[in-house]
């Protein structure tokens, strides 16, 4: 037993993720994210959620990776998702889906995960579960998003400072505007990258009436060798377990989600 999760609880060949922010994790006594023991292939394996939840993000990955490309807008969303390379059931029998590693690329990855959207409940939540969301930050009614976690490598002392998700419940809305200056301190050329990807993602569902998506986070990753050969910093959209999709007849934008988007670029954009 580590301090930080225990080795029997993991099926064999296989780790927790390093990078991992926010979400369910192996040392909260819940199946996390794991990839393959020391493999560098570039694939990460979330665990499928209980039903319906788990089968519906297994369910959007796939509708996405196979709609015909006539389908614009659920061919654009494709662009913004980590890349699904299908479901593994390990050795635990639990179901994964298989993803691309989004943080493997950088050098010292510096990551943010941003829950967005002024609600997090779906249409189908209990008045219990509204209750709890409501109540867990009273802030996000007003900012449309709030911060789920942080890693922030500091390159003079070679080293990661971090704010999990309990912590950054108790920000209140000044503080969050502090976490995101502190997460792009000295990186303007990050922010600079973000607030583009976050514009063009703006320009998305400001037309796209297709999904509404409830609970689901922006990542946010950027690297320190700050060299040619490194990635610029990305956003992608993940969490996918409250993600409607809507019939023709149900086609609205969602307002819900925007509302957080422009919030978060308008918070963003007085950073520069």
Same mark, same amino acid.
């Given at each position: 037993?580590?301090?930080?999760?225990?080795?029997?609880?993991?099926?064999?060949?296989?780790?927790?993720?390093?990078?991992?922010?926010?979400?369910?994790?192996?040392?909260?006594?819940?199946?996390?994210?794991?990839?393959?023991?020391?493999?560098?292939?570039?694939?990460?394996?979330?665990?499928?959620?209980?039903?319906?939840?788990?089968? !519906? $993000?297994? =369910?959007? #990955?796939?509708?996405?990776?196979?709609?015909?490309?006539?389908?614009?807008?659920? @061919? /654009? %969303?494709? +662009?913004?998702?980590?890349?699904?390379?299908?479901?593994?059931?390990?050795?635990?029998?639990?179901?994964?889906?298989?993803?691309?590693?989004?943080?493997?690329?950088?050098?010292?990855?510096?990551?943010?995960?941003?829950?967005?959207?002024?609600?997090?409940?779906?249409?189908?939540?209990?008045?219990?579960?509204?209750? !709890? $969301?409501? =109540?867990? #930050?009273?802030?996000?009614?007003?900012?449309?998003?709030?911060?789920?976690?942080? @890693? /922030? %490598?500091? +390159?003079?002392?070679?080293?990661?400072?971090?704010?999990?998700?309990?912590?950054?419940?108790?920000?209140?809305?000044?503080?969050?505007?502090?976490?995101?200056?502190?997460?792009?301190?000295?990186?303007?050329?990050?922010?600079?990258?973000?607030?583009?990807?976050?514009?063009?993602?703006?320009?998305?569902?400001?037309?796209?009436?297709?999904?509404?998506?409830?609970?689901?986070?922006?990542?946010?990753?950027?690297?320190?060798?700050?060299?040619?050969?490194?990635?610029?910093?990305?956003?992608?959209?993940?969490?996918?377990?409250?993600?409607?999709?809507?019939?023709?007849?149900?086609?609205?934008?969602?307002?819900?989600?925007?509302?957080?988007?422009?919030?978060?670029?308008?918070?963003?954009?007085?950073?520069?």
């Amino acid at each position: 037993m580590t301090a930080e999760w225990s080795k029997e609880c993991v099926p064999n060949g296989y780790e927790p993720v390093p990078h991992q922010v926010a979400g369910h994790m192996y040392k909260d006594g819940k199946h996390g994210i794991l990839r393959e023991c020391g493999a560098a292939n570039g694939q990460l394996l979330k665990p499928v959620q209980c039903p319906p939840k788990g089968q !519906r $993000e297994v =369910d959007f #990955y796939e509708a996405v990776n196979s709609t015909p490309i006539s389908k614009s807008a659920w @061919k /654009e %969303f494709a +662009k913004w998702m980590p890349r699904f390379s299908g479901i593994a059931t390990l050795s635990d029998h639990q179901q994964y889906i298989v993803l691309e590693d989004l943080v493997a690329p950088y050098d010292n990855p510096s990551i943010m995960d941003i829950k967005m959207g002024k609600r997090c409940w779906d249409y189908n939540a209990s008045e219990e579960k509204i209750r !709890r $969301e409501t =109540d867990k #930050y009273p802030p996000q009614a007003t900012l449309g998003y709030r911060i789920g976690g942080t @890693k /922030e %490598f500091d +390159k003079a002392k070679q080293g990661y400072r971090e704010r999990n998700k309990v912590e950054c419940l108790k920000l209140d809305a000044q503080e969050v505007l502090v976490s995101l200056t502190e997460f792009f301190a000295g990186r303007g050329d990050a922010l600079h990258d973000v607030l583009q990807q976050l514009t063009q993602l703006l320009r998305l569902f400001e037309t796209q009436s297709s999904v509404h998506f409830f609970s689901s986070s922006l990542l946010f990753i950027y690297g320190s060798s700050m060299t040619k050969t490194e990635p610029r910093a990305c956003v992608r959209l993940i969490d996918f377990a409250h993600a409607y999709v809507l019939s023709e007849d149900e086609a609205t934008v969602d307002e819900n989600y925007l509302f957080g988007l422009r919030n978060l670029i308008e918070s963003l954009s007085g950073l520069q």
